[in-house]
């Protein structure tokens, strides 16, 4: 529970209204009830305040004279939400230790949280307050800086390397081998070992059974500040600058550079051996398949039909050539008529 | 092994044929033999009734005459099939008990199953005769409804919910945060914090490696009867409705709705903050930008093509408003030589 | 460290220069110096060579002549070099015996390796050498044959099949049940048990987070030699063919056959109950909806464009039926004319 002068004391903004008023929770302006604090970061659900039913609310200055609800006035609604419900819901507080159901073979710091039935191989360096949750397996040599926290199952390869401050989501993988294989004329595979690292940066957040390969013979790396959604692949030897955020479902292939402040839409592709600027933006379900030199916002996808519209339609990509040679003969006609 | 007349007492028919003809599994046409119960559920596949070996056959009224083996007449012969396969393959019977092996710091009833490796944190309720496999990670204040099975290295984060009867697969994630950040002007990223649930209702089965996350302020939820299969990734926020059905490597993006007996093909993606109806089908590979707001099919992708021709064709897509441009040019000449 | 007439006689090759140059890792061109053996695979590299700080180069008699450097001549560079770097980077060891933190309920061979918090189930079969990695779960009458490898946290259900030397990556889930199910007129959905398999041969190496389903009454079938990468997903009664390589994010829908030796890209999808030929290459984001009878290359995916011309072109994609009508309108008045 936090009164607004509290919170503006806090975080900054403008306090318009009772500045003892009292919130307890932040909520939607839809949702929010007494105790709650509402925020209106998009101009076009303005008109959901009226009937707003928060003891207090968040805004723009062009909307401060919207409502009469006690308000906190500030240039980003939404960055001043986000860091009130981080007041609100502070980070899980761990017990430090091992639990007797872990396996640990190296020293760690009396901070270390390690869950049920973790094991830690040797030679393996833990920062402070680092958590390790269940069933997680952090590998021969593996580095891990403090603060940074691991849910359940989360797998981290020998000697891969996780900054400080990050979040790696259950299930995440770091550091299999990447998919590196010599053909022989036969069609058979030869397996090039994979002896290069996962180097991961400060702040980054890592979903739910993402899987970041290691180098083929360089590294993997994933700059600081990097955010990465759910079952997302990273193949061997790729480079993320600083800051770029990836959702859901991504694949990207093997040594592909991404640069700094870059966002790519989910169900994106990126193929391999390509490089692309920073402060790109990718659209969701877009195959890139050339590398991108110049910001901005980059896109592929088709669009949904009926079905039966689509058939029509869409036969017609097969023959796509022949069409713009129908199109030149008509014009190549008229050309010669003209003359 | 079961009698014929056994299997129409328990799950009715029309029996033509000796009543005493006993089978001991299902089968396909193909490759159904002596003691096999094998069916006709697509009528393209009835010339392969003549020389099928099985011992009996499910089969349609409209097909009831086309073989002389001892057959069950039903009205849907695929359903028939499913509760024969039933009857014959029973689910594993688990033996109640927690493994030596596990840790469970909640009270849980006698009936219930915790395997090796498992986890179950504190203020966890779980139902009667709930299977826990190893591995699994079930976390604080998260419930669990009787007659759920949970296979190897489930994880379930804190406070989510599934309901009765529910089957989650080997690796699924429950509950991990969704992808929810503020960005502040340099590029660098605030985390909101995730604190709505999972909510999976009753007969609900979860694909392997499938990730659902936690709603951001109210919960993600996933209606009576959805199926799920391997791989799909469902954001923040998402409602499913009842008995929908989603196929493999699906991604649904944060705070879409789902309506009720939808079917969504593989790899289709569906974006963020849309409306999908009832009784919708969604086709394989399909990018769902839009809402969709009327029964039906719907589909977007492309015709596969040798490469040559598709390097062909598809050049011209890059060109498409271009040739649009060229057609409207030669209407126009058209046009004015008419008058 | 190797001396390089060591390495000419272990694995062949023609040596020009000092036979007792000692090299004790592979590297790039780019990346290469003292002590390092590089190798030119690619001739549009060629022009690094002369810049190169290795101890020594791999390359083709074509490129025999293109550097002082002492050498290694052989017809395939990059196959030569994935050799060397087997042999400078050997598989690890592993120390044979279970940790005290598994849970084991098989006779094993005593040259199996069981890590911490491993769990065999019973009549499980292990051939020798077996390294089972930390929180794998082996169900039920499962078998895993000689020298091969499980990462940390994969499931491997009851009755499947693991060949000889394969290498599966963490979080890997392999036997989890088909997605089949029949439909009730009511829209809900029957469940049909998975009694098939699957059935992995020898040498196949399966990524992080792969899942391969059990079949739903035959096997699964993954042939010799297959190299599945990271979050594929393969549904129930697939059969791959030998050697066969699939990228990253592939998904396979039941009862799908692929050839021998095909090369599938990373994200591209398969539907179901199709026949894939021998020695096809399906591009990567290339969705393949029916089957492919002749070898060859395959793609159907989109050129990625800026967002606002793709706006532009992408809009006539709904009515590019009308459009050809437009053309065949302008055709048939030439027509007219010309009579």
């Given at each position: 529970?936090?009164?607004?002068?509290e919170?503006?004391?806090r975080?900054?903004?403008?306090?318009?209204?009772?500045?003892?008023?009292?919130?307890?929770?932040?909520?939607?302006?839809?949702?929010?009830?007494?105790?709650?604090?509402?925020?209106?970061?998009?101009?076009?659900?303005?008109?959901?305040?009226?009937?707003?039913?928060?003891?207090?609310v968040?805004?723009?200055?062009?909307?401060?004279?919207?409502?009469?609800?006690?308000?906190?006035?500030?240039?980003?609604?939404?960055?001043?939400?986000?860091?009130?419900?981080?007041?609100?819901?502070?980070?899980?507080?761990?017990?430090?230790?091992?639990?007797?159901?872990?396996s640990?073979?190296?020293?760690?710091?009396a901070?270390?949280?390690?869950?049920?039935?973790?094991?830690?191989?040797v030679?393996?360096?833990l920062?402070?307050?680092?958590?390790?949750?269940?069933?997680?397996?952090?590998?021969r040599?593996?580095?891990?800086?403090?603060?940074?926290?691991?849910?359940?199952n989360?797998?981290?390869?020998?000697d891969?390397?996780?900054?400080?401050?990050c979040?790696?989501?259950?299930?995440?993988?770091?550091?299999?081998?990447?998919?590196?294989?010599?053909?022989?004329?036969?069609?058979?595979?030869?397996k090039?070992?994979?002896?290069?690292?996962?180097v991961?940066?400060?702040?980054v957040?890592i979903g739910?059974?993402?899987?970041?390969?290691?180098?083929?013979?360089?590294?993997?790396?994933?700059?600081?500040?990097?955010?990465?959604?759910?079952?997302?692949?990273?193949?061997?030897?790729?480079?993320?600058?600083?800051?770029?955020?990836?959702?859901?479902?991504?694949g990207?292939?093997?040594?592909?550079t991404?640069?700094?402040?870059?966002?790519?839409?989910?169900?994106?592709?990126?193929?391999?051996?390509?490089e692309?600027?920073d402060?790109?933006?990718?659209?969701?379900?877009?195959l890139?398949t050339?590398?991108?030199?110049?910001?901005?916002?980059?896109?592929?996808?088709l669009?949904?039909?009926g079905?039966?519209?689509?058939?029509?339609?869409?036969?017609?990509?097969?023959?796509?050539?022949?069409?713009?040679?129908?199109?030149?003969?008509?014009?190549?006609?008229?050309?010669r008529?003209?003359?």
């Open positions: 529970m936090f009164r607004l002068d919170l503006v004391e975080l900054g903004g403008e306090l318009l209204g009772d500045p003892a008023t009292a919130v307890r929770r932040v909520a939607t302006l839809e949702q929010a009830g007494e105790g709650d604090l509402a925020f209106l970061a998009n101009p076009k659900y303005q008109s959901r305040l009226a009937a707003c039913g928060a003891s207090a968040i805004l723009a200055p062009a909307a401060r004279d919207l409502t009469v609800l006690p308000r906190i006035v500030t240039a980003d609604p939404y960055i001043y939400f986000a860091r009130v419900a981080q007041l609100f819901n502070p980070p899980e507080a761990f017990v430090p230790g091992v639990h007797p159901a872990a640990v073979a190296s020293p760690i710091p901070s270390v949280t390690v869950a049920a039935g973790a094991s830690i191989d030679d393996v360096e920062g402070e307050r680092v958590v390790i949750g269940p069933g997680c397996r952090i590998g040599g593996a580095r891990i800086g403090a603060g940074s926290r691991l849910n359940a989360v797998t981290i390869y020998h891969c390397v996780v900054g400080r401050d979040i790696v989501h259950a299930g995440a993988v770091i550091g299999a081998d990447g998919f590196g294989f010599a053909r022989e004329r036969d069609g058979s595979w030869v090039i070992p994979q002896v290069g690292r996962v991961i940066g400060d702040d957040e739910a059974n993402t899987t970041i390969d290691r180098g083929a013979l360089d590294d993997t790396v994933i700059g600081d500040g990097v955010k990465l959604d759910n079952q997302i692949q990273i193949g061997h030897n790729v480079k993320i600058g600083e800051r770029t955020a990836i959702a859901g479902c991504v990207i292939a093997g040594s592909t991404i640069g700094a402040r870059c966002m790519i839409g989910g169900q994106a592709g990126i193929i391999g051996h390509l692309i600027v402060d790109v933006v990718v659209s969701a379900g877009t890139v050339k590398s991108i030199r110049r910001r901005g916002v980059y896109t592929a996808n669009p949904v039909q079905h039966a519209e689509w058939v029509k339609n869409f036969a017609h990509l097969r023959h796509l050539d022949a069409l713009v040679d129908r199109i030149r003969a008509l014009e190549e006609r008229k050309e008529k003209a003359r």
